[in-house]
């Protein structure tokens, strides 16, 4: 089993910064990729970032490219989740996700564990 805890959601305003992080923990040997999703109320969840494990390819949907950048370390096997020029429709749930494989995908399906989430407000 993996354990996922995010941290550092909160309310922002528009056009501000927030960092999310979420530190794995458990059975974390291994190769692994990591991903972030969000869910905003009365939306499915949908995809935001991914990281290989050696840090080398990154995946991120069109919203968020150029605003957002996913980065991890893993001697503290943790993601972070830079989050920039933040909008009032960045406003969701986000969640951390864990991928026992070296494959970086958007699929939430590809993922075997998940962490609570972490809610992020941007106000206008």
């Known amino acids: 089993q993996v354990q996922l805890v995010e941290s550092g959601g909160g309310l922002v305003q528009a056009g501000g910064s927030l960092r999310l992080a979420c530190t794995a923990s458990g059975r974390t040997f291994g190769l692994y990729s990591m991903g972030w999703f969000r869910q905003a109320p009365g939306k499915e969840r949908e995809f935001v970032a991914a990281i290989s494990w050696s840090g080398g390819r990154t995946l991120y949907t069109d919203s968020v490219k150029g605003r957002f950048t996913i980065s991890r370390d893993n001697a503290k096997n943790t993601v972070y989740l830079q989050m920039n020029s933040l909008k009032p429709v960045d406003t969701a749930v986000y969640y951390c996700?864990?991928?026992?494989?070296?494959?970086?995908?958007?699929?939430?399906?590809?993922?075997?564990?998940w962490g609570r989430g972490t809610q992020v407000t941007v106000s206008s």
């Open positions: 996700a864990f991928e026992q494989s070296v494959v970086v995908t958007s699929d939430p399906d590809k993922y075997d564990y």
